[in-house]
């Protein structure tokens, strides 16, 4: 029974170790910005590696064949176009890694993984110690992947309060813009208000606050040697 726990719990930790590694990979290889035009090609976005806008391009042929009181879904679809740009680039940068199939091996039964001897305990800690720590740790987990999930939004005006910015941190950006206002403008006026409408949101933007990971594998780690130490004294 205990060599049968002693190896599901080295299976986890590797399997958890693993996943880290596969993630901290895809997150090094994410592309630092993505850009991106609306259909009339008037306005253009560029996004950074938070996936938020950085900036704002309005063409000098302003409007061209963009109607004044299409301005704000002009904002917000180069927002969407820059965000498909990144994604698109770094799928193939994944792809190009084969991180697609280190994915798929992964996911594949965790039961035919091999699993190393763990190293001796110094000072071994109760099991009871150890078990409350490593429920902690998991309780710890779900409270950071429910933040996580939860969506900010930040929200800016231009000093005119006729342009208004509102960006989410889970890419969607929105814009409102006085119609009537937006015509008297030249391209460089509206950029310079897009900027500041956007200075302005992403200081409103309040992100959950991320607590620092649990270190689970020094958990298991320390588990596994104290099964192994009970096992060679039983």
């Known amino acids: 029974m205990t060599e049968d726990l002693t190896q599901s719990l080295a ?8 996943l880290r590694r596969l993630i901290d990979t895809a997150q090094a290889s994410a592309p630092a910005r993505g850009r991106g035009t609306d259909n009339s090609g008037v306005v253009s976005a560029i996004i950074g590696a938070d996936g938020l806008p950085r900036s704002f391009r309005v063409n000098r042929s302003w409007p061209g064949g963009l109607p004044p009181e299409n301005l704000g879904n002009a ?11 990144r994604l698109v680039t770094w799928s193939k940068t994944l792809e190009q890694h084969g991180w697609r199939e280190e994915a798929d091996d992964l996911r594949a039964d965790p039961a035919n993984r091999p699993v190393d001897d763990p190293p001796p ?22 409270e950071i992947a429910a933040a996580r999930r939860r969506i900010a939004t930040g929200t800016g005006s231009d000093s005119t309060g006729k342009l208004t910015l509102t960006v989410s941190t889970n890419g969607a ?10 015509s008297t403008r030249t391209a460089t006026m509206l950029m310079r208000a897009l900027g500041d409408a956007l200075a302005a949101a992403r200081a409103d933007l309040r992100r959950p606050n991320e607590q620092p990971s649990p270190d689970l594998g020094a958990l298991f780690r320390e588990a596994l040697a104290l099964l192994k130490e009970g096992t060679g004294n039983g």
């Open 121 to 142: 305990a110094t000072n071994p800690r109760s099991a009871d110690a150890i078990a409350e720590d490593t429920i902690r740790a998991l309780d710890q987990v779900k």
């Open 11 to 18: 299976r986890i930790e590797n399997y958890s170790a693993d």
């Open 75 to 85: 904002v917000a679809e180069a927002c969407r176009a820059a965000l498909h740009d």
């Open 173 to 182: 950006v929105s814009c409102a813009v006085d119609a009537k206002w937006a």
